[in-house]
T-cell receptor, first 116, second 116 residues
Framework: GAVVSQHPSWVICKSGTSVKIECRSL??????MFWYRQFPKQSLMLMAT?????????EQGVEKDKFLINHASLTLSTLTVTSAHPEDSSFYIC????????????FGPGTRLLVL | AQSVAQPEDQVNVAEGNPLTVKCTYS??????LFWYVQYPNRGLQFLLK??????LVKGSYGFEAEFNKSQTSFHLKKPSALVSDSALYFC??????????????FGAGTRLAVHP
């Protein structure tokens, strides 16, 4: 149980285009979904937290207009990287917390983005 | 602010030997502590957590962790390492963000290499 999927698993795009990444909780409902960014050989950095039906909460230093987050249902959150640039190339990982389960986050497999 | 520290970038151990991956924490209040494992180009997998109760927590794949309040530590252990345990291990602590939701603060990660 507690499986989280991400799509796509990797994407290559041209500079200036937008990329959408989906995060789905497959067998549970998620109160909250989280979006992280991980640079090579580094830890995860929380970008934002999304709650179903409300605006995402962004961490300090993360541009909300650059990284658009939509949490349309209790099983789906999307991250759109708008007008992507090479410096946006990274490994993006989402996680989800069980409805009523609180503390434990279950992570997706990640999406590797390469912006040319 | 809540934080965790993983003092070792890498731990090397021979297959069959016991392994320890260290984590220390700094929190205000009672700590909620977690261990996750990440395999190459994958998301994080939940191993175990400590919230309250017994100081020795048993988790997935034969791993366990010992909560030590006096030493503010939460070291991950396994009695007999397998080559397949080679991966990147993250310690994390729960924090409460301004929006009231739970979020995780991750350590820098420790790479475990188990040699045949």
């Amino acid at each position: 149980g507690a499986v989280v999927s991400q799509h796509p698993s990797w994407v290559i795009c041209k500079s200036g285009t937008s990329v959408k990444i989906e995060c789905r909780s497959l067998d549970f409902q998620a109160t909250t979904m989280f979006w992280y960014r991980q640079f090579p050989k580094q830890s995860l950095m929380l970008m934002a937290t999304s709650n179903e039906g409300s605006k995402a909460t962004y961490e300090q230093g993360v541009e909300k207009d650059k990284f658009l987050i939509n949490h349309a249902s209790l099983t789906l959150s999307t991250l759109t990287v708008t007008s992507a640039h090479p410096e946006d190339s990274s490994f993006y990982i989402c996680s989800a917390a069980l409805l009523g389960g609180g503390e434990t986050q279950y992570f997706g497999p990640g999406t590797r983005l390469l912006v040319l | 602010a809540q934080s965790v520290a993983q003092p070792e970038d890498q731990v090397n151990v021979a297959e069959g030997n016991p392994l320890t991956v260290k984590c220390t924490y700094s929190v205000s209040g009672n700590p909620y502590l977690f261990w996750y494992v990440q395999y190459p180009n994958r998301g994080l997998q939940f191993l175990l957590k400590y919230i309250t109760g017994d100081n020795l927590v048993k988790g997935s794949y034969g791993f366990e962790a010992e909560f030590n309040k006096s030493q503010t530590s939460f070291h991950l252990k396994k009695p007999s390492a397998l080559v397949s345990d080679s991966a990147l291990y993250f310690c994390a602590v729960r924090d409460i963000a301004s929006g009231g939701y739970n979020k995780l603060i991750f350590g820098a990660g420790t790479r475990l290499a188990v040699h045949p």
